[in-house]
Nanobody, 122 residues
Framework: QVQLVESGGGSVQAGGSLRLSCAAS?????MAWFRQAPGKEREGVAA???????NYADSVKGRFTISKDNAKNTLYLQMDSLKPEDTAMYYC???????????????????WGQGTQVTVSS
């Protein structure tokens, strides 16, 4: 069982930065960030596996950075150059298996946080 608690969301102007955190209890070989904007389906943003390999959605490549502090068992998402279209509820997700981790397939993630809101104004 893995429990996830996100923090760090908020409101920022376009071009600004935010860092999201996800404190995890229990070990997961694969962790990721997803987001869901109003009226849209939830989409994968970034994933990281236990080897430190990462993958990003094309829409955030070069602007977002996913990382994990293993000592603190905490996942991060550094978001720079934010755009209004990044506005969404952001969710931390985890799975115990590493296979296919970086494919960011929502249905393969078992554990989810409650979400943290990110709002980017123009």
């Amino acid at each position: 069982q893995v429990q996830l608690v996100e923090s760090g969301g908020g409101s920022v102007q376009a071009g600004g930065s935010l860092r999201l955190s996800c404190a995890a209890s229990g070990y997961a070989q694969c962790m990721a960030w997803f987001r869901q904007a109003p009226g849209k389906e939830r989409e994968g943003v970034a994933a990281i596996d236990s080897y430190g390999s990462t993958n990003y959605a094309d829409s955030v490549k070069g602007r977002f950075t996913i990382s994990k502090d293993n000592a603190k068992n905490t996942l991060y998402l550094q978001m720079d150059s934010l755009k209004p279209e990044d506005t969404a509820m952001y969710y931390c997700a985890a799975r115990t298996q590493i296979r296919g981790c970086l494919l960011l397939r929502e249905l393969q993630f078992i554990y989810w946080g409650q979400g943290t809101q990110v709002t980017v104004s123009s």
